[in-house]
């Protein structure tokens, strides 16, 4: 079975306000994948590298602006799954 029907992404708090957990489950054993956070206009806000055995992230989001932004794991150029949150100020 591939990635794709495996990987789940969770969000929270959602809504946000200057810390985010971000929680990945299901993914491949063995291969790289990437954790990429967006803003409404699509600008990527930053990236993670996840490695085997890493599962939760937390971010400093402090600094974004309030708005809706998405995160979206990948393997290489292909998406597996995203989820959209909310920074709240």
Do not use: C
Not at 1 to 25: Q, T
Not at 60 to 68: F, Q, S
Not at 70 to 80: M, P, Q, T, V
């Amino acid at each position: 079975m591939g990635a794709w029907e495996h990987g789940s992404l969770e969000i929270y708090p959602n809504p946000a306000r200057e810390v985010l957990s971000v929680k990945v489950s299901g993914l491949n054993a063995g291969r790289d994948y990437t954790i990429e956070i967006y803003n409404i206009s699509g600008i990527k806000m930053t990236e993670i590298t996840v490695t085997e055995g890493q599962d939760e992230f937390r971010l400093n989001v402090a600094d974004y602006a309030t708005g809706i932004y998405s995160a979206l794991i990948k393997e290489g150029n292909k998406a597996i799954t995203s989820g959209k949150f909310l920074i709240n100020r």
